[in-house]
């Protein structure tokens, strides 16, 4: 039988963790489906527009929102619609449906979200975010609407 050098089999064993560790990281991601992933990229994209950081929200859209609205349009867009509504009280998801296609845009990946809200000078909305799985990989909002 062949001995193996204790620095040696500290090595293998510390590879072998690595690779137990990032197997499993890919596979949370894996597991996580695209309404999740575009949720989440949704509810931090508000987290910006709600603390009144209209250009920092227009940096994080999607390049296709982007190359189609300016960012001093976004901010006076913004500051027209949700300024008068006052502060965001409660969001509550209403839904989230996935799709390839939508009225007036490219084919993509889209992840339509519904949130039922509330600010304090308008009791009941429903915001719709819409994002798409952008050219990086990454899930970016490249739709909101307040109704």
């Known amino acids: ?24 990281c890919a596979q949370t991601t894996a597991q996580q489906k695209p309404e999740q992933l575009a949720q989440q990229s949704s509810e931090s994209w508000l987290a910006l527009v709600d ?3 209209y ?16 960012k001093e ?9 949700r300024d008068p509504l006052g502060k965001l009280l409660w969001r509550k998801l209403k839904g989230a449906t996935y799709t390839k296609t939508l009225p007036g ?5 889209y992840v339509v979200i519904h949130y039922e809200s509330s600010f304090e000078h308008k009791q009941a909305a429903v915001e719709t975010v819409t994002p798409m799985l952008d050219k ?6 490249s739709g909101y609407y307040i109704k």
Not at 3 to 23: D, E, G, H, Q, W
Not at 60 to 70: D, G, K, L, M
Not at 136 to 141: E, P
């Open 1 to 24: 039988m062949r001995r193996v050098c204790p620095s040696t089999l500290k090595i293998l064993t510390a590879f072998s963790l690595l690779m137990l560790l990032r197997a499993t």
């Open 51 to 53: 603390s009144g950081k």
């Open 55 to 70: 250009a920092e929200s227009w940096q994080e859209c999607a390049q296709i929102f982007q190359a189609s609205v300016t």
């Open 73 to 81: 349009q976004w901010q006076s867009a913004l500051r027209a619609s």
């Open 105 to 109: 845009a490219p084919d993509g990946e």
């Open 136 to 141: 990086d990989g990454k899930w970016r909002v």
